[in-house]
């Protein structure tokens, strides 16, 4: 009985300061963002006098002639294409990477372990994008996302790869499949958990991508969502509430997205990079 | 390996990886080297030799640079290991609240970083921020967290910790979760109890996610920018520089040569650091 | 100074100013003409345009609808200037139409503009600093050659300077000129019983009275960090006036700031302002700095005098009770203002609409073009534009400066006479100014990290 009490009073402090800790950052954007500018100013927890959520919307999305519309298509584009072109891209290296295993398998994992280390080269970047003149292209930034999210992913399906026995492809390969039936037929649908794992991850990481976009995909008809939050910073520096309002509208998809695949996460985790 | 499973795990499959990774990351990573010895306008370079590190080296936040790095790497990567691990245990017992607290936990990993930054400079503002209103309300005086330079840095850490714990839990919790029941089952026929759980299965047996937040923290500390230059731009003054930003300022006086050159340093700094750690994580792993 | 407001920059020196006031007017050159300067003097990438290679003047054939690019900053002044100017000039010219682009402000907008160029995708016509900032552009390699252009000589000699590489000029000013100095709160100098300083001992002898009378002497800002420059900055009048020479010694590597007394004492004097801040000095916005000066929240800011239009526009009320002086000498002798030009229009050489761009450029740079600016922002001081007056409802706080033009009492500031400007003062006058470094310290420091900027530009004698 004791036990449980604690056991239940442990519990509720837990939840109480969850509340504290998360809810009310996030109470106080949302609050921010229903305020008018004067308001905002005092950045309290005060209840709004007046709701202003409705205009601010409008504001923010008029703003620059409707530059938060079109960083939402080119971020979502952005997005997708590196996901797409990551996940075919990553699950097929790792395919090969754990089932192999000759004198290249250790160059390789030393290749993608110093990926994950090293800190990308920004200028010499930009130099080798506009020698192929791919900077300020949305391949550009798509390819820089993909080279620089690759060494994570190919170690979550490398190690997720692990668990799928290899008896399969023995018995696929008795039933004459050639190398890429085996693969995109048997093994990628089998990929599905660390599939979400690795959508959930790194489409939020791009999603919210700052620092690659401001260097390798400028110009305002290229703004992303994030640099939005950027260019607002310095425009709305006296309204507060704009700036809240863009935070909140920004923080919608990847919301979403985790609703979506909440789920799976934790299966995709377990075995992908645990052992990776 | 038999030749026909060589043809079936054919290298086919990591060409188109290996292209991009090579051109993308691999080719201007070791251009770094060469373009880190020269005067560079990107349109023209000038082979200058070793000035740019000599140079760098006499930068006079380097030495806080340094230091800096290498305490938000550690106190982060300390923060999310503990947190993580005890979030992990608490959020995988049998509680009721339990999917709703790791949704919550790791709802931060989904705001973007700069919009953290934001949102947090304006709550630790020290006279009308949230989080100093609240402590006068409690009768404390808080401090000012950005602009006192003993605490700025890890007031950012804190942040930092705040936005990333929840990946960390996401690890352990799977980590855990893979822990076989034998074990516990095992544990308690031998009458162990709750602590002897924590300390003799839980924490050894989830040693594979415990490395995995070491290793994965660690870097992301290491090279942690946007966060800092988000809240604090490095200062005030350079008390809050870290390597990267130190970087990033050089790449703005448009010394692209020697912002190169820290590129190169940091590189070094980063691997001297974690190649070590990760060999010692590895070696002292418990096989399950 | 870092912060780029092209439009609100300030005079060079009291002959450009006479030369201003004096205004002569016979400037109306029209705009048509512009376009018959010979495309022989422009640059090699005019080939590259066939419509402007093809025929010797563009007014002479039926004119084609071209579209160019214009690159300003993102403050709330620089776009609605920047749509005043595109407005009235696409009423003259319906043929030109101007896509407007901005980028972020400060050094990280340096950043933004010297990657456009080195990567070629620079837009047609872009607003830069003048001064130091625009000679690490390699204007030879970047900039079209605008020294036969028209507008020049509707221009004041002193600014050209500023905007001059290797003896050809680059740009065509955009705005008024400014002053650094100091603000101050007439209603808290009233109160208070104080008078306008001459000196800074008489300076810090009022800070001392306000402090006493439990009000904030000096409002601080450095969340912003370039707003911590200041001092330093604006002490460059009397720093020239102790030693004249220092500009070109400094340049050459043969004066330093901690040995050169006078230089120091700019360092020193932002040391001697510690303590008299708002307490929440570092987390303080800009923005928030000038709330607290209309206000009266505080008693001084030191500050340029750009900072007029968004006093104006954020508190129209309150303008009236702010006043601006120069930031005293030790001596009541030599008392005078320390000037910014103007920022500049700058043309791509690579552009591939040579003669709109000019269009656009001689229009910014005519009485016209001043005109449509100073309607949607107030001027900071006086134009550097022959024959472009100060508008009627100028405020005060500008006219304030008058004086100082008048009686030959302005010096520009360091950064127009010398292109070394280390990257880290900003920080390095955060320290200062918060009281972590001393000021024969910070001399030190910044001479190194101007030593470095030095050598990264390749400058002969470092």
């Known amino acids: 009985m004791n036990r449980r009490l604690s056991r239940w009073s442990i519990e509720a402090i837990a939840v109480l300061a969850s509340v504290v800790i998360f809810w009310v950052p996030l109470y106080f954007v949302i609050l921010t963002a229903m305020k008018d500018p004067q308001e905002a100013s005092l950045m309290n927890l005060d209840w709004p006098s007046s709701f202003q959520l409705w205009s601010n919307i409008k504001e923010v999305v008029a703003a620059r002639d409707y530059m ?7 971020s979502s584009l952005m997005t997708v294409l590196s996901l797409v072109l990551m996940i075919v891209f990553c699950s097929m290296a790792a395919f090969v990477m754990q089932r192999r295993n000759d004198k290249a398998t250790p160059w390789i994992s030393f290749f993608v372990l110093s990926g994950l280390i090293i800190p990308p080269s920004i200028v010499p970047t930009i130099w080798v994008l506009d020698e192929l003149n791919l900077f300020k292209t949305l391949t550009g930034i798509v390819l820089v996302e993909v080279a620089l999210g690759m060494p994570f992913c190919v170690l979550l399906y490398r190690g997720f790869m692990a668990t799928i026995p290899r008896e399969i492809d023995e018995a696929a390969v008795v039933d004459g499949y050639g190398g890429y039936r085996l693969f995109f037929t048997i093994i990628f649908p089998l990929l599905k958990p660390v599939t979400a794992t690795v959508v959930v991850t790194q489409a939020v990481f791009i999603f919210n991508d700052f620092t690659n976009p401001l260097y390798f995909f400028p110009g305002s008809k290229n703004a992303t969502v994030q640099l939005t939050l950027y260019n607002f910073t310095s425009q709305f520096v006296s309204q507060w509430n704009l700036l809240f309002t863009d935070i909140l509208l920004i923080t919608i998809p990847p919301l979403l997205l985790f609703i979506f695949f909440n789920k799976r996460l934790v299966a995709g985790m377990t075995s992908g990079s645990v052992k990776g | 390996m038999s030749k026909i499973f060589k043809r079936i795990y054919t290298y086919q499959f990591l060409l188109p990886a290996a292209i991009v990774y090579l051109v993308i990351f691999v080719v201007p990573t070791g251009l770094s080297f060469f373009f880190s010895l020269t005067r560079w306008t990107l349109s023209d370079w000038e082979l200058i030799g070793f000035d ?61 970083t700069i919009a953290v930054g934001i949102v947090f400079s304006m709550m630790m503002h020290p006279t009308t921020g949230l989080l100093n209103t609240t402590l006068a309300w409690l009768g404390f005086e808080g401090p000012d967290w950005l602009g006192d330079t003993r605490i700025a840095l890890l007031s950012v850490a804190f942040v930092d910790v705040w936005r990333g714990i929840g990946f960390a839990t996401v690890i352990y919790i799977a980590g855990i979760l893979a822990i076989p029941a034998e074990y516990s089952e095992a544990l308690q026929i031998d009458g162990g109890n709750a602590w002897n759980k924590f300390w003799s299965i839980i924490v050894p047996l989830s040693r594979p996610a415990t490395n995995s ?61 974690v190649f070590p750690l990760s060999r010692y994580l590895n070696r002292t792993e418990v096989d399950l | 100074m870092r912060q780029t407001r092209p439009w609100l920059a300030s005079a060079a020196s009291a002959a450009l100013i006479a030369g201003l006031l004096a205004g002569c007017g016979g400037n109306n050159d029209s705009n048509e003409e512009n376009t018959a300067s010979p495309s022989a003097s422009t640059s090699p990438s005019a080939s590259e345009s066939p419509s402007a290679s093809a ?99 509707n221009i004041l000699d002193s600014f050209k300077p500023t905007v001059t590489f290797g003896g050809k000029q680059y740009g065509a000013p955009v705005g008024s000129t400014m002053g650094g100095g100091w603000f101050y709160s007439k209603k808290i100098y009233s109160d208070l019983g104080l008078t306008v300083p001459k000196t800074w001992s008489e300076l810090m002898a009022n800070n001392d009275k306000i402090k006493e009378a439990g009000l904030t002497p000096i409002i601080g800002s450095y969340k912003e960090t370039w707003t911590s420059q200041l001092i330093v900055l604006a002490d460059y009048y009397n720093v020239q006036a102790a030693a004249p020479n220092f500009a070109a010694d400094y340049t050459a590597n043969k004066a330093k700031y901690a040995t050169t007394p006078a230089a120091l004492r700019s360092f020193e004097k932002l040391e001697e302002t510690v303590g008299y801040y708002n307490k929440d000095l570092l987390a303080t916005t800009y923005d928030a700095g000038l709330k607290m000066l209309a206000e009266s929240k505080g008693a001084h800011y030191p500050m340029l005098t750009f900072a007029v239009p968004a006093i104006v526009q954020n508190s129209p009320d309150l303008i009236d009770d702010i006043g601006f002086f120069a930031q005293p000498g030790d001596s009541a002798d030599s008392n005078g203002l320390t000037v910014w030009m103007p920022g500049a229009a700058y043309i791509y050489k690579n552009t591939k609409h040579a003669e709109e761009a000019k269009l656009f450029v001689n229009f910014i740079a005519s009485v016209e073009g001043v005109t449509a600016l100073s309607k949607v922002s107030k001027p900071s001081g006086p134009y550097v534009v022959k024959g472009a007056q100060l508008p009627d409802d100028t405020p005060q706080v500008v006219k304030d400066m008058l004086p100082y033009y008048d009686n030959n009492q302005t010096a520009p500031a360091l950064e127009f006479l010398s292109p070394i400007k280390g990257p880290s003062l900003e920080q390095i006058t955060v320290e200062v100014g918060s009281g972590k470094r001393k000021a024969a310290s910070a001399a030190e420091l910044y001479d190194q990290d101007v030593k470095k900027q030095a050598q990264q530009l390749g400058l002969d004698g470092w």
């Open chain 1, 68 to 74: 938060l519309l079109r960083a939402f298509w080119n």
């Open chain 2, 213 to 273: 937040v070491i290793i994965l923290s660690f870097i992301g500390g290491l090279r942690s920018f946007d966060l800092i230059w988000a809240m604090t731009r490095g200062g005030p003054g350079f008390a809050t520089d870290v390597i990267a930003s130190i970087i990033y300022k050089q790449y703005q006086g448009g010394f692209y040569g020697l912002a190169t050159a820290g590129n190169v340093i940091l590189f070094i700094f980063v691997t001297a650091l």
């Open chain 2, 52 to 112: 740019n590190f000599v140079t760098f080296f006499k930068e006079p936040s380097l030495s806080i640079g340094f230091r800096n790095t290498f305490i938000f790497a550690a106190v982060t990567c300390l923060a999310k290991v503990a947190g993580g691990l005890l979030l992990g245990v608490f959020l995988t017992s049998k509680i009721r609240s339990r999917n709703y607290l790791r949704s919550i936990v790791f709802f931060p990993t989904l705001v973007s």
């Open chain 3, 55 to 153: 025929s010797p003047s563009a007014s002479e054939k039926p004119k084609e609808n071209v579209t160019i690019t214009l690159l300003t900053d993102n403050t709330q002044d620089g776009v609605a200037g920047a749509k005043a100017l595109i407005e009235a000039f696409e009423a003259i010219h319906p043929n030109i139409k101007i896509e407007h682009e901005t980028r972020p402000q400060g050094s990280e907008g340096d950043n933004f503009v010297k990657t456009r160029l080195a990567t070629g995708d620079m837009n047609d016509v872009f607003f830069y600093n003048s001064g130091s900032l625009m000679q690490a552009l390699n204007p030879e390699q970047n900039l079209m050659d605008l020294s036969n252009e028209p507008f020049e000589a």
